[in-house]
Structure formats: structure tokens, C-alpha cells
């Protein structure tokens, strides 16, 4: 911390920040934040480290990354300083000759109710957002196949392994498949949220980029 903050003081230009995040945030919230930061700041060097969110949040708390980057529908855990960096929603992704893929209504849940879902590695979990929401309408969530990001799980549509639902930033432009149009309270909104430790001084490469991205 006292060589950071000896960094900052002396405008020191060099470094490395070390980012753990999502693959869907990796892939697509990042690039355009990573360009601006390279444009401001060329000689540091930057690390991305996609996985889990119980991957990124070990890794910050053990000092391993200086920032994560992180989605959710509840609150960002109590020890940590969480910035909002914006909401997003889920969509659904089928292929095109799907019967719900010319649906004249928008999609609810009871509609998918019964459907094998692929969807994201944490909606198996029995506390998930999407688990959540079908048991509050006396459903299940059959969610036969999972992936980290929203191009397996495009892919694994593709191959009529069920019905996607992913990030709307991840939809793609894949002209076989279709993203209907959902219920307004499909699925709670997600926020997703910029982490960092309370007892780590971040350099100020580490700041411009949180300035970017919120």
C-alpha cells in the first residue's frame, strides 16, 4: 500500500491491474473501457482473469486481483467498497425455427416452465435469481445444460439443446437464431457492480478505468 500510494504521489506510469471478472463481462463490457485506459495510460499492463464469481471474489480478497467485476440481483457482499456500474436484463434465445421464436406475446415464465433451459453455471444453484422466480410461481427451472459465457451458450442453442437465457449484452447477431420478446418481469434486472478491498490502495490507472466504466 505505501508503494502504491508512493506511485500515485510520483505519477509513476508504469504498473499492471489485474482484473477478475465474468466471461460476459470480460467479453463484453471491458474492451471498449481497456482501449480508453491504453490510450491514457500505454505502459501499464493489463491482466483479465475470467471465471466464477466465487473465483473473483477469492481472488480479490486474497490480493491476487486489484478490481472485480461482478453481476447480481441482490446486494454486493458487506466488505468490500461496491460501485454500481449499470442494470441489465435476460432475454431468451432459441433458434429460429422454434415455435417460440414467433410468439405473438411476450414470454413469460409460465411459458417456459417444463422447457429445458441453458443458461449460465449459477442458475443451477437453488438460491439463483432465475430458481428463485419459477418457484414463485409454483414452477421448477429445468436447466439442463449451463455454460460461463453467452457464446457456449448460443452455441449449445444452436444445437437444439434447449432454450437459452443469457445476458441481453451477449445475444449476438447469429442470423438462425431469435430472441423473442420477454415479459417486462421475466427476470429481475441484474446490476453489475466494480469491487474493491477496503485495506488495498488502488493506483490511479486503477481509477480511470472505474471512471470509464461507470
Avoid at 416452465?113 to 439463483?128: F, K, N
Avoid at 453467452?150 to 443469457?166: E, K, Q, S
Wanted: net charge neutral; glycine share 8%.
Amino acid at each position: 500500500n505505501i508503494q502504491a500510494l508512493s506511485d500515485n504521489l510520483r505519477r509513476e506510469s508504469h504498473g499492471v491491474l489485474r482484473i477478475a471478472t465474468t466471461h460476459t463481462q470480460a467479453r463484453h463490457a471491458l474492451p471498449t473501457a481497456l482501449q480508453a485506459l491504453k490510450r491514457a495510460w500505454p505502459e501499464v499492463a493489463v491482466h483479465v482473469a475470467p471465471g466464477a464469481d466465487e473465483d473473483s471474489l477469492r481472488a480479490l480478497a486474497e490480493g491476487q486481483a486489484d478490481i472485480a467485476i461482478l453481476s447480481g440481483t441482490g446486494t454486493p457482499p458487506p466488505d468490500v467498497i461496491a460501485v454500481p456500474l449499470y442494470r441489465w436484463q435476460r432475454r431468451v434465445l432459441v433458434p429460429r425455427g422454434h415455435a417460440l421464436a414467433v410468439s405473438a406475446t411476450p414470454l413469460t415464465l409460465d411459458r417456459l416452465a417444463g422447457m429445458p433451459l441453458i443458461s449460465y453455471e449459477s442458475s443451477r444453484a437453488v438460491g439463483s435469481s432465475l430458481q428463485l422466480a419459477f418457484a414463485a410461481i409454483g414452477r421448477t427451472a429445468h436447466v439442463g445444460v449451463t455454460a460461463r459465457d453467452g457464446d457456449l451458450i448460443r452455441t449449445y442453442v444452436r444445437a437444439g439443446l434447449g432454450v437459452g437465457i443469457l445476458a441481453e449484452m451477449a445475444l449476438g447477431d447469429d442470423p438462425d437464431l431469435a430472441a423473442p420478446p420477454v415479459a417486462a418481469d421475466l427476470l429481475p434486472p441484474c446490476t453489475t457492480w466494480l469491487l474493491l478491498r477496503r485495506d488495498h490502495v488502488l493506483r490511479d490507472y486503477g481509477f480511470a478505468l472505474l471512471r470509464v466504466l461507470a
